[in-house]
């Protein structure tokens, strides 16, 4: 990308991302590489209808769906992505998700078991001089909201493995949030896809809420 391209890159991130605030629309990352990245289709849906009922926001009741190296990823202030398997970023997608994310995007990455380790990998590409940080119990992310007293929520038992959020910063600013061993998402789905008790599916929607109120606060 030419210095003119990336300058033009930015300044549609802050024409679009001020629309985009104010229409608060969101997107799930389409990513290549074979793994699932359309996994649970009912849970964006049903976390917008929770947060617009609940924390007053005015977001856009059907998520879109974008690529990572598509131009269109900056009119997104939120991009959401999760899957069980492969992930791989071309070298068009890195540079392209890192002009998004270091302009003032949001990635909220979602691991709905196994994706961990090809995620990892990826992830070293796109940010070759950081290091993901556990999030600590007391990070605003956790009560901006609704209250975590104890950090990310346990929705789903797979590896009996405690409950994760994972960031990464620039400047200070959380850019990047993976969420591991807790798979919110599977908790934001309709209620018969998972069978999971109104109180698990209440925590994993009350902590999509924080996630939603803290990225479009910050």
Request: proline share 7%; charged share 20%.
């Amino acid at each position: 990308m030419t210095i003119s391209k990336h300058f033009f890159a930015i300044l549609c991130f802050g024409i679009c991302a001020t629309a985009s605030l104010q229409a608060q629309e969101i997107a799930v990352l389409k990513y290549k590489g074979g793994g699932d990245w359309y996994a649970n289709p009912t849970s964006l849906p049903n976390l917008i209808s929770y947060c617009n009922l609940h924390i007053n926001t005015k977001i856009n009741p059907r998520p879109q769906t974008v690529e990572p190296d598509s131009p269109d990823i900056f009119q997104f202030p939120f991009i959401h992505m999760t899957g069980h398997g492969n992930v791989f970023f071309s070298e068009n997608d890195i540079e392209n998700l890192r002009n998004y994310l270091f302009s003032g995007g949001f990635l909220h990455i979602d691991d709905n078991y196994g994706l961990e380790p090809y995620l990892i990998k990826e992830l070293k590409k796109l940010f070759p001089n950081k290091e993901l940080v556990e999030l600590p119990k007391t990070h605003p992310i956790f009560s901006t909201a609704f209250k975590f007293p104890e950090g990310l929520p346990k929705i789903h038992e797979h590896d009996g493995k405690r409950p994760q959020a994972f960031g990464i910063f620039d400047n200070e600013r959380l850019v990047l949030l993976f969420t591991y061993e807790t798979d919110l998402g599977n908790g934001w789905e309709d209620e018969e896809v998972h069978n999971d008790p109104l109180d698990v599916r209440e925590k994993a929607l009350k902590m999509g809420a924080n996630i939603i109120k803290y990225v479009f606060e910050n």
